[in-house]
Nanobody, 126 residues
């Protein structure tokens, strides 16, 4: 059974940084694109970042580009999301996701991902 477990969330003041981690089990992520989504209260789920199995990064235009960085450590089966210059608008639950099938490119749509973590809360205060 595939499990994705996020950690690293918490409370931070505006301008601060956090690094989220996602540990995968039951699937060797080496040949899978991985990503992060987030969902704030009362808002739709939003694509944050993705990384292909070759290491190519994908970000949405606008809010997070230039501030967030996704990376992966295939040897440890971990995906990271480094978040800098955080603002209150970044407050949300952040989810780690794994794309299906193997060798597929990263996507910006939630339906492309077959496994989701339970989420980790990020709260940014002004």
């Amino acid at each position: 059974q595939v499990r994705l477990v996020e950690s690293g969330g918490g409370s931070v003041q505006a301008g601060g940084s956090l690094r989220l981690s996602c540990v995968a089990s039951g699937r060797t992520i080496r040949h899978y694109s991985m990503g992060w989504f987030r969902q704030a209260p009362g808002k739709e789920r939003e694509f944050v970042a993705a990384i292909s199995w070759t290491g190519e990064q994908l970000y949405p235009t606008g809010s997070v580009k230039g501030r967030f960085s996704i990376s992966r450590d295939n040897a440890k089966n971990i995906v990271y999301l480094q978040m800098n210059s955080l603002t209150p608008e970044d407050t949300a639950v952040y989810y780690c996701v794994s794309v299906a099938p193997s060798l597929a490119p990263p996507r910006t749509t939630a339906s492309a991902y077959d496994y989701w973590g339970q989420g980790t809360q990020v709260t940014v205060s002004s």
